[in-house]
Nanobody, 124 residues
Framework: QVQLVESGGGLVQAGGSLRLSCASS????????MGWFRQAPGKEREFVAA????????RYSDSVKGRFAISRDGAKNTVDLQMNNLRPDDTAVYYC?????????????????WGRGTQVTVSS
C-alpha cells in the first residue's frame, strides 16, 4: 500500500517560485528513497531530484541544480521540492516517485511507485 500524493503545482511567472510536496505514509517515508521527475509535452520523463531516507544524500539534474532544493520532513512524512527562479522550460507535469531502499537513483527504471502528478506552468 504505497500511495504518493503531490501538491503545490500552479501557474507562475518566470522568475517566480513554487513549493511542491509529496505526501506518503510513515512506513513509506522511512523505507523508500523519494524522487521527483517531470515530463513536458513532446519530451520524455526526466529526473529532477531525489533524496535518501537513511543518510539524507540528495542529487539534482544539471538543469535545476542551484535553483531547486529537495528536503524531507519526518514529522509530516513529506518530501518537498522548493523551486526558485523558475523558467518557461520548467513547465511540465511533476511526479513524485519512490523506490525501496536507501540508494539514490536518477533513472526512472529504478523507481517502483508513482504519484498522479501535479502541473507546473511557468509563463514568459
Amino acid at each position: 500500500q504505497v500511495q504518493l500524493v503531490e501538491s503545490g503545482g500552479g501557474l507562475v511567472q518566470a522568475g517566480g517560485s513554487l513549493r511542491l510536496s509529496c505526501a506518503s505514509s510513515q512506513e513509506t517515508y522511512s523505507t523508500h528513497t523519494m524522487g521527483w521527475f517531470r515530463q513536458a509535452p513532446g519530451k520524455e520523463r526526466e529526473f529532477v531530484a531525489a533524496i535518501s531516507w537513511s543518510y539524507g544524500d540528495d542529487r539534482y539534474s544539471d538543469s535545476v541544480k542551484g535553483r531547486f532544493a529537495i528536503s524531507r520532513d519526518g514529522a509530516k512524512n513529506t518530501v518537498d521540492l522548493q523551486m526558485n527562479n523558475l523558467r518557461p522550460d520548467d513547465t511540465a507535469v511533476y511526479y513524485c516517485a519512490a523506490r525501496r531502499g536507501s540508494v539514490v537513483q536518477t533513472t526512472e527504471y529504478f523507481y517502483d511507485y508513482w504519484g498522479r502528478g501535479t502541473q507546473v506552468t511557468v509563463s514568459s
